[in-house]
């Protein structure tokens, strides 16, 4: 566990006016869609639209300035540093995000922290029941949020990834190649971050090229990449009935949950590597499994005839590659299919993608140390005790004190998530509900088999509760154990 003390904030808050800093101008990007499609008939109503984005970027602006006046510090920048300035910003950004739809009045103060929230994690869970009807520009800020926080993401998930253990990092540098990674993680993030917005510029072509219009093409990019969710309609990518703009969902859905490290090899032209790829193997095994429970499970409801088969066939792969990816997209309403069907996709958002990914969930990486850690333990079982096995990632070792750690966290996410279902169910859902949506927002996935009244009605608290789990789930929980175990420790002494 990291010593945590007073120089350490001050370096971590050095790092987060940075990243305010960017974030300021970012919260400036909306405006050129407020220009396009505003609907004020004066030049005051003109401004006051403006000033839903400008207030919230003076904020961060101001921040920014008041901690780089206060602050002064020229120490190294280290990994526990990163990541308390990640933990600090990622609740504090969003806080200031929700100001946007407080000022516009399109939602009350929980509602806005919690869309918010959604949207920089890259959720997608909204209270906006008709998105049709909110400003285009607020809309696009939803979208926008998406974008930005999954960069922030792959920053995050390759900081915490260096801290993961060496067996994993032996694993991902032998399968990546030194040669092919710009030196330094900063210049690796960059190259990722590189690609990432190539994804979405080509999203925005191919979803308007298969039949959205310009608009929707630039909101549904956004939220694909990021595997967030957004969508410009309630129906979500249901609302188009178009198996080609599925199929587009479908490919940027996948390739924001693959890890921007593989990515960079199959643009390098190592098109082996996706082959190689051990999670990559997982993956496609447990999206066949899971595809099969619920096309079976759907298939034998009497909802369905068999003339309905093909268009079946389409909504199970559709759910089970958003699930897995985390994104949250929907072509159909999962609330009404068979908890069979509903608790396949639940194991799926809890898996989650791949590391280095935009995706949430646990992991594959981690996802597939338990099973090896669960499955050595049984072979000792059951060989001689004499018997010599060794647990490896590839043919990279793994040691006892990094399964320790990685069974550690997954119990904890368990934890959490039955903490923050135990609190929903205090507010009437059932316990099913309560567990679906715990792991839905941890999972940072957004597909929520609750509907209606009992959604958007929910209870302030619940909201509340739900974007925490965000907030948590997003962070990968190991940069907040970084900040509130010394503090815990500390106390105790």
Same mark, same amino acid.
């Given at each position: &566990?990291?010593?945590?003390?007073?120089?350490?904030?001050?370096?971590?808050?050095?790092?987060?006016?940075?990243?305010?800093?960017?974030?300021?101008?970012?919260?400036?990007?909306?405006?050129?869609?407020?220009? =396009?499609?505003?609907?004020?008939?004066?030049?005051?109503?003109?401004?006051?639209?403006?000033?839903?984005?400008?207030?919230?970027?003076?904020?961060?602006?101001?921040?920014?300035?008041?901690?780089?006046?206060?602050?002064?510090? !020229?120490?190294?920048?280290?990994?526990?540093?990163?990541?308390?300035?990640?933990?600090?910003?990622?609740?504090?950004?969003?806080?200031?995000?929700?100001?946007?739809?407080?000022?516009?009045?399109?939602?009350?103060?929980?509602?806005?922290?919690?869309?918010?929230?959604?949207?920089?994690? @890259?959720?997608?869970?909204?209270?906006?029941?008709?998105?049709?009807?909110?400003?285009?520009?607020?809309?696009?800020?939803?979208?926008?949020?998406?974008?930005?926080?999954?960069?922030?993401?792959?920053?995050?998930?390759?900081?915490?990834?260096?801290?993961?253990?060496?067996?994993?990092?032996?694993?991902?540098?032998?399968?990546?190649?030194?040669?092919?990674?710009?030196?330094?993680? +900063?210049?690796?993030?960059?190259?990722?971050?590189?690609?990432?917005?190539?994804?979405?510029?080509?999203?925005?072509?191919?979803?308007?090229?298969?039949?959205?219009?310009?608009?929707?093409?630039?909101?549904?990019?956004?939220?694909?990449?990021?595997?967030?969710?957004?969508?410009?309609?309630?129906?979500?990518?249901?609302?188009?009935?178009?198996?080609?703009?599925?199929?587009?969902? =479908?490919?940027?859905? *996948?390739?924001?949950?693959?890890?921007?490290?593989?990515?960079?090899?199959?643009?390098?032209?190592?098109?082996?590597?996706?082959?190689?790829?051990?999670?990559?193997?997982? &993956?496609?095994?447990?999206?066949?499994?899971?595809?099969?429970?619920?096309? *079976?499970?759907?298939?034998?409801?009497?909802?369905?005839?068999?003339?309905?088969?093909?268009?079946?066939?389409?909504?199970?792969?559709?759910?089970?590659?958003?699930? #897995?990816?985390?994104?949250?997209?929907?072509?159909?309403?999962?609330?009404?299919?068979?908890?069979?069907?509903?608790?396949?996709?639940?194991?799926?958002?809890?898996?989650?993608?791949?590391?280095?990914?935009?995706?949430?969930?646990?992991?594959?990486?981690?996802?597939?140390?338990?099973?090896?850690?669960?499955?050595?333990?049984? +072979?000792?079982? =059951?060989?001689?005790?004499?018997?010599?096995?060794?647990?490896?990632?590839? !043919?990279?070792?793994? &040691?006892? !004190?990094?399964?320790?750690?990685?069974?550690?966290?997954?119990?904890?996410?368990?934890?959490?998530?039955?903490?923050?279902?135990?609190?929903?169910?205090?507010?009437?859902? @059932?316990?099913?509900?309560? &567990?679906?949506?715990?792991?839905?927002?941890?999972?940072?996935?957004?597909?929520?088999?609750?509907?209606?009244?009992?959604?958007?009605?929910?209870? !302030?608290?619940?909201?509340? #509760?739900?974007?925490?789990?965000?907030?948590?789930?997003?962070?990968?929980?190991?940069?907040?154990?970084?900040?509130?175990?010394?503090?815990?420790? +500390?106390?105790?002494?």
């Amino acid at each position: &566990m990291y010593a945590i003390d007073l120089e350490d904030v001050k370096i971590s808050l050095r790092d987060l006016a940075a990243i305010l800093q960017v974030v300021a101008l970012v919260m400036l990007v909306p405006i050129i869609v407020t220009s =396009i499609y505003t609907s004020s008939q004066s030049s005051l109503e003109f401004f006051k639209e403006l000033s839903a984005f400008i207030i919230p970027s003076a904020a961060y602006y101001l921040l920014y300035v008041l901690i780089r006046l206060t602050i002064k510090t !020229d120490a190294e920048t280290k990994s526990k540093h990163g990541l308390l300035a990640v933990v600090i910003a990622w609740f504090l950004i969003p806080l200031i995000g929700a100001l946007p739809f407080l000022i516009r009045g399109a939602l009350n103060p929980v509602d806005a922290f919690f869309e918010s929230m959604s949207g920089w994690a @890259t959720t997608g869970m909204t209270m906006i029941a008709r998105p049709e009807l909110v400003a285009a520009d607020l809309i696009f800020y939803r979208s926008l949020t998406h974008l930005v926080g999954g960069v922030g993401i792959i920053a995050l998930g390759l900081m915490i990834f260096l801290q993961s253990g060496k067996a994993a990092t032996d694993y991902y540098v032998s399968e990546v190649g030194g040669g092919k990674i710009r030196p330094g993680i +900063r210049g690796t993030i960059f190259e990722t971050w590189k690609i990432y917005l190539l994804y979405a510029f080509i999203g925005i072509v191919l979803f308007y090229v298969a039949g959205m219009n310009s608009f929707d093409a630039v909101n549904h990019a956004f939220a694909a990449i990021a595997t967030g969710g957004f969508s410009t309609h309630a129906e979500s990518i249901g609302y188009f009935q178009s198996i080609w703009i599925e199929l587009v969902a =479908i490919l940027l859905m *996948l390739a924001g949950s693959i890890s921007f490290l593989l990515h960079f090899q199959l643009f390098n032209g190592d098109w082996g590597a996706l082959k190689r790829n051990i999670e990559a193997k997982y &993956m496609l095994v447990l999206s066949v499994i899971c595809f099969l429970v619920v096309f *079976l499970s759907l298939a034998k409801d009497s909802a369905y005839d068999p003339s309905y088969y093909p268009h079946l066939l389409r909504d199970t792969v559709f759910q089970v590659v958003s699930s #897995i990816s985390c994104t949250g997209f929907g072509t159909v309403d999962t609330g009404g299919w068979p908890q069979l069907a509903q608790t396949a996709l639940m194991f799926l958002m809890y898996v989650g993608g791949f590391y280095g990914s935009t995706a949430g969930g646990i992991k594959l990486l981690r996802f597939i140390v338990v099973v090896k850690a669960v499955s050595f333990n049984l +072979r000792k079982m =059951i060989l001689p005790k004499n018997a010599i096995i060794t647990l490896r990632m590839g !043919d990279k070792p793994i &040691m006892p !004190d990094e399964i320790v750690f990685v069974m550690g966290l997954s119990m904890v996410y368990l934890m959490v998530a039955l903490v923050g279902a135990s609190s929903l169910m205090w507010l009437g859902f @059932t316990g099913y509900e309560s &567990m679906e949506l715990s792991l839905s927002a941890m999972g940072n996935v957004g597909i929520v088999f609750v509907t209606g009244d009992a959604w958007y009605h929910m209870a !302030d608290a619940g909201k509340i #509760i739900l974007a925490l789990l965000m907030w948590i789930g997003r962070l990968e929980i190991f940069p907040i154990l970084i900040f509130l175990g010394p503090l815990y420790f +500390r106390k105790k002494r």
